[in-house]
């Protein structure tokens, strides 16, 4: 059985680049610093709904 996925957008250009698993049991929003190929850098991506 496959659980929801929320997008990882990137906090400077608003692109949508990776998808992960949703955790009900997480309170706050996910972010983690990742590559954007259209920022060409690491930026800082949030969890969106």
């Known amino acids: 059985m496959a659980g929801k996925k929320v997008a990882l957008a990137c906090s400077e250009c608003g692109a949508?680049?990776?998808m992960v698993a949703k955790k009900p049991?997480?309170?706050?929003?996910?972010?983690?610093?990742?590559?954007?190929?259209?920022?060409?850098?690491h930026t800082?991506?949030?969890?969106t709904v």
């Open 16 to 18: 949508r680049n990776y």
């Open 25 to 41: 049991d997480r309170a706050v929003r996910l972010e983690m610093m990742k590559y954007c190929k259209f920022c060409d850098r």
């Open 44 to 47: 800082m991506h949030r969890e």
